[in-house]
């Protein structure tokens, strides 16, 4: 048996190569593991989603009055908004750049996005404590239970979504990613398109409908 | 066909504790997965027992505060379902899929890692219960509010928010390793690997990943209402601020329907490789059987509300519809098992017995559940000992019964030992006879009107009936003994297991037992679902890549004597 | 690659063949024999019940025949085809058979089918409820943490009196509904969810709080004089267990007896306190006595002025025992939250005594009375 090692050794090594550079192709692994982690995230919301509905449907008026008019769609949120998409763009942007072995457009671009999603947390943060003032939180009802669950979710989504956006830019800006490898740059980007996208429902959902 | 692992050999599990703690070798993975696993079925066993014996026979003799009562069933079967059966076929897998499909590991090995080390902490979490002043949860492991709340005639201790927590936990450790299995699936089969090519074993974890990566979450979403109920002022269920307790059960149950698919698929997987070895036939019926494992999947996100027929909120016609349907592909199923084994050899080794039990006791399973289906007999039925008798026919008699089977089948893969038959066979036979003894008489406590979650019952006409239901529960627990001794000795003295002991059909039998760190020194030709069959029949070629596999002769096809070592050339 | 499948010895077949066939027998017996009672619902009381009963037959029938017919198959193949050791070559490797899996997939989907519309039929007349409810005897069922009560209401839905003893005995209690007319009953609780359950009803219905549940039935007019026992069946809490509940039938004049008693002891003027006795006053609220310890004389008669704030559906009383707990001495009529009554008690010689309320005896609601 042993006399046959070394034949079998230079074929195991071709056969390990074989398999490991043999992935499928098509999405790469970590691609495709963070579309089924968003998946997993939207099935999350969508209970909470339907929680929301039912809740809703439960209780009129909705409003109740004593909330009538406090969800302003033409208020700061509306800048949140626009800000949360605007940096869906740059992101965007960012994974072209990067394509393209733009190094420096891909930094810009991502760390635009950074600050972007900074700031809708910030104003976010400032938008509830205007709604405690007012008298609505968590406590307040079923109306204040489902906004703050919903969009505090979000948050928290917004919220990791923004450290992983800074762990790219640390990498990017330390040379990691090139045209043909910033699968990170792919998956957090798709991550941050989701979280955009939830938002866009959210706001139209809880302030619009 | 004998695999030649490198010189100097590798060994196949380097020992030592901190090796085992920071491995992200899916073997050893599924190996501690399958460990913690069956710890906890051994305390959710003991949960059991105390209740069976405060019931056998009527009077509290053993709680005299119910309040304990009602947490032992509770955690009883959070234990079972989360940290026991859901894992332990989650682990099975784990050891398996890679294997079965060739590749040299799971798509990604430290997540995996990190999925399996949620478990034992979010275990520890749910049992911490039992410390704080009000007890561990005692609201059954379905934690209806208002009950679940945190009102004084409620929840009030955090028992009930340690349960939240733990099932948080052990829900994100599902839903990681769900999304590892996906991708190690989709993106890691070996050359000539087909997606109708991999072994059904692969197939089911395919399926039960999907439920697991969609349905998961949104007990998660459940969970995470309930604690802001019960913490945060939140009124989600509460009706007396506009919150409505039938929100939870909807959601709840949107998760806990497919999640007894997640309970049972993987072990049909697990059968469905046993009997064809063990027939000496191919499976009856493989895409069939793929279809209907995939329509038992879809369909199972229609039926939830079949355990809320008795609420008054649910449109009944729809749900009994779809739950009667879902009866349909699981018939198919069950038909091709029997015409696997139909005109086949059976060999009567120890996974195969444990696999036809699987058979007849999922069949009485699936049976009883059909008169659930029928929504005025659920009226009489739904909340009485006849749908513990249900699903203990099928989460145990179906899922336990088949992860036995598989124990028994990779037990030599796993550790290179082969697992001592005649234990096997007293194993096997006590815990039928146990289980049904136990289970079955819970058909007539329900019928005549026994409620469930009770811990004391007052019609006489019940004593008899719960007596012999706490004997059978005790035979149960004896029988589990010559199981824990065989493992003990057979992994010391047990006959060495060779490559190949059961004449396996699918590639993880082309490998050592255990097999090396990564996995396979080379693979053969995959033509069909059955590569290992074909090879060892000369179907088609060893296949690799250099090595010596042509000087071996295919097998001829009269040689049919098999012996630990495999058959060599 | 296969070879052609070998002759196997007859004997083997018959076999195989006697044991399914034992089997079927020995099943067969056991229902014949009567044995297999067990297996089918107690005697049906309603008419509802009755309905569900000869729907229970014929999925039972259909269960037992496909039971005999899969089973036999796998004992069948269990004892014939065993590996022999003369099995050298494999045996013919069937991979499948595309006819039979349309014949088995078609055939059960239209077994199911068929038991689809005859439970919906069947669902569709044990959930009918009278279009015109002044012709029933309306209930509404209160549950509540660990009591039943049950309100009378007239026939436009206006309370009558309620009644707070679940189970039957000498005082009356339990829930009376005449035999031969609809009942129409609604459930409410305001504390968890509850299930009324009555095994010869072959029904139970959820109690949710928040809404609404209802449905109807008829008690068969050869049940009058019978008495049901029911019992909560959704997991309530510590003493779900002993949330019990008779049903008691009558006849359609002893009912209206029985009802017109209720009325008026529920309307009557509470007999007055014994002018010179002691009045010790105990409130209850979150399932807690606001007081551990009583004192009173002794061999003098004496009254609680006990204030019951939990939510309506949780009753309360106060019982007294012997100092060991469990030797009940004096009773008391539980009384719904949001009410206050005077308990009345006859003398006790001295002594230490435990008060408790017999519904929540929790240490909460546990005390000790000083009788010196």
Request: hydrophobic content about 50%; charged content about 10%; aromatic content about 12%.
């Amino acid at each position: 048996m042993t006399a046959e090692a070394p034949a079998i050794t230079a074929g195991h090594a071709a056969a390990l190569a074989a398999a490991a550079g043999h992935a499928r192709r098509g999405i790469s692994n970590p691609i495709l593991g963070m579309i089924l982690f968003i998946t997993s995230e939207v099935m999350f919301f969508s209970g909470l989603f339907a929680a929301y509905f039912a809740t809703r449907a439960n209780n009129t008026p909705w409003p109740p009055e004593v909330f009538k008019g406090i969800l302003n769609p033409l208020s700061l949120i509306l800048v949140a908004t626009i800000i949360l998409i605007s940096s869906s763009f740059t992101c965007q942007w960012a994974v072209w750049s990067i394509r393209r072995g733009d190094r420096r457009g891909f930094i810009r671009n991502i760390g635009i996005t950074f600050v972007l999603g900074i700031a809708f947390l910030l104003m976010q943060a400032y938008d509830y404590t205007l709604l405690f003032g007012e008298g609505m939180t968590l406590g307040s009802g079923p109306f204040g239970t489902t906004y703050f669950t919903l969009t505090g979710f979000h948050g928290a989504h917004v919220f990791g979504g923004v450290l992983m956006l800074g762990v790219i830019l640390y990498r990017g800006m330390s040379g990691q990613f090139s045209a043909r490898h910033h699968d990170a740059v792919e998956a957090v980007s798709l991550y941050w398109h989701f979280v955009d996208v939830v938002w866009i429902l959210l706001f139209s959902i809880l302030y619009l409908l | 066909m004998a695999t030649h692992a490198l010189s100097p050999a590798v060994p196949a599990y380097r020992g030592g504790l901190y090796e085992w703690l920071t491995t992200t070798d899916h073997k050893k993975i599924g190996i501690m997965y399958v460990i913690n696993s069956f710890l906890f079925f051994l305390i959710g066993g003991v949960f059991a027992l105390l209740v069976r014996t405060e019931l056998a026979t009527p009077g509290i003799q053993l709680f005299t505060n119910e309040h304990v009562y009602n947490e032992a069933f509770s955690i009883h079967a959070t234990v079972m379902i989360f940290l026991f059966i859901i894992p332990m076929l989650a682990g099975l897998g784990n050891f398996a899929v890679p294997l079965m499909i060739g590749a040299p590991d799971m798509a990604f090995p430290r997540v995996n890692a990190l999925s399996f080390w949620m478990l034992p902490l979010g275990g520890l979490l749910l049992l911490a219960g039992f410390l704080t002043p009000g007890g561990a949860a005692a609201a059954g492991w379905t934690s209806y509010p208002p009950l679940s709340e945190k009102l004084a005639q409620s929840s009030p201790g955090p028992g009930q928010d340690l349960w939240i927590a733990a099932l948080i936990l052990i829900g994100t450790s599902s839903i990681l390793g769900g999304i590892n299995f996906l991708v190690t699936i989709f993106k890691m089969r070996a050359p000539g690997m087909t997606l109708f090519r991999m072994p059904i074993m692969v197939w089911t974890m395919l399926v039960t990943s999907v439920l697991v990566v969609m349905a998961t979450p949104v007990i998660t979403s459940a969970l995470v209402m309930l604690y802001i109920d019960r913490n945060l002022g939140g009124s989600f269920f509460l009706p007396k601020e506009g919150g409505q307790a039938v929100l939870y059960q909807n959601v709840f149950w949107f998760y806990s329907h497919p999640a007894v698919y997640v309970m049972v698929l993987p072990a049909m997987g697990m059968i469905s490789e046993v009997l064809p070895v063990f027939s000496r036939k191919p499976l009856f019926g493989y895409k069939a059987f793929i279809f209907a494992t995939a329509g038992i999947g879809a369909l199972g996100f229609s039926v939830w509300a079949h355990h809320m027929f008795t609420t008054g909120a649910v449109f009944l016609p729809f749900f009994s519809l779809m739950t009667f349907l879902i009866a349909v592909p699981t018939g198919v199923k069950m038909f091709n098992w029997v015409f696997t084994m139909f005109r086949g050899q059976l060999t009567f080794s120890t996974p195969l017995i444990f696999a036809v039990g699987f058979l007849t006791m999922f069949l009485i399973g699936g049976i009883n559940g059909a008169f659930s289906a029928a929504v005025p007999i659920d009226f009489a039925l739904q909340d009485t000992y006849w749908v513990v008798a249900h699903l203990h026919y099928v989460l145990f008699g179906g899922s336990v019964f088949g992860m036995f089977a598989g124990l028994y089948y990779w037990f030599p893969k796993m550790t290179g030992r082969m697992l001592d038959e005649g234990l096997g066979k007293i194993h096997f036979v006590l815990m039928f006879i146990g289980f049904n003894l136990t289970f079955f008489p819970m058909h007539m406590l329900g019928i005549q009107g026994m409620p469930r979650r009770i811990a004391d019952y007052a019609d006489p006409s019940w004593n008899g009936w719960n007596l012999l239901a706490t004997i059978g529960g005790f035979v149960i627990a004896i029988s589990i003994l010559p199981f824990l001794w065989n493992v003990f000795i057979s992994l010391r003295n047990g006959k060495i297991a060779g490559d190949d002991p059961w004449e396996g059909n699918t590639l993880e039998w082309a490998t050592s037992s255990p097999p090396p760190p990564y996995n396979f020194d080379r693979l053969p030709e995959i033509r069909s679902e059955r590569p290992v069959f074909d090879a060892r029949h000369g179907l088609v070629g060893h296949g690799g890549h250099g090595g010596r596999d042509e000087e071996e002769a295919p097998m001829a096809l009269e040689e049919g004597h098999r012996d630990s070592q495999g058959p060599t050339a | 690659m296969s070879t052609s499948p070998r002759k196997r010895p007859a004997s083997e077949a018959i076999v195989a063949g006697g044991v399914v066939v034992l089997l079927i027998v020995i099943v067969a017996l056991v229902f014949l024999s009567g044995a297999g009672q067990v297996l089918y619902p107690p005697k049906p009381a309603t008419d509802r019940a009755q309905e569900i009963t000869q729907l229970y037959d014929i999925v039972f029938a259909i269960a037992v025949a496909i039971f005999v017919a899969v089973e036999g198959l796998i004992v069948w193949s269990v004892l014939r085809y065993r590996r022999r050791p003369e099995d050298v070559d494999l045996p013919a490797q069937t991979h499948g058979n595309n006819l039979v899996e349309v014949l088995w997939t078609a055939i059960p989907t239209v077994i199911v089918l068929f038991l689809f519309v005859i439970s919906w039929q069947s669902l569709n007349k044990v959930d009918a409820v009278s279009a015109d409810l002044t012709q029933t005897v309306r209930i509404n069922a209160i549950a509540g943490q660990f009591q039943w009560q049950f309100e009378y209401l007239d026939a436009s839905g206006k309370h009558l009196a309620t009644q707070t003893t679940p189970l039957a005995g000498d005082s009356g209690g339990g829930m009376a509904v005449p035999v031969g007319k609809p009942v129409y009953v609604t459930l409410t609780s305001d504390d968890v969810i509850h299930a009324w359950y009555v095994p010869r009803f072959l029904f139970k219905r959820d109690v949710i709080p928040g809404q609404l549940n209802h449905f109807e039935f008829t008690v068969d007019a050869d049940e009058a004089g019978q008495t049901f026992h029911g019992q909560c069946a959704e997991l309530c809490g510590t003493f779900h267990n002993a949330m019990h509940f008779d049903v008691v039938a009558m006849a359609p004049a002893d009912f209206d007896a029985w009802l017109a008693k209720l009325v008026e002891k529920a309307n009557a003027t509470p007999p007055p306190v014994p002018s010179g006795a002691p009045v010790l006053k105990v409130e209850a609220k979150n399932i807690a006595f606001d007081v551990k310890t009583l004192e009173v004389a002794a061999n003098a008669p004496f009254v609680i002025d006990f204030k019951n704030d939990d939510v309506s559906s949780i009753t309360h009383d106060i019982q007294i025992r012997q100092s060991d707990g469990t030797t009940v001495i004096q009773n008391q009529q539980a009384i719904a939250g949001g009410t206050e009554q005077n308990y009345q008690y006859s003398p006790l010689p001295p002594g230490t005594y435990t008060f408790i309320c017999s519904i929540h005896p929790v240490p909460n609601m546990t005390g000790t009375l000083t009788v010196k």
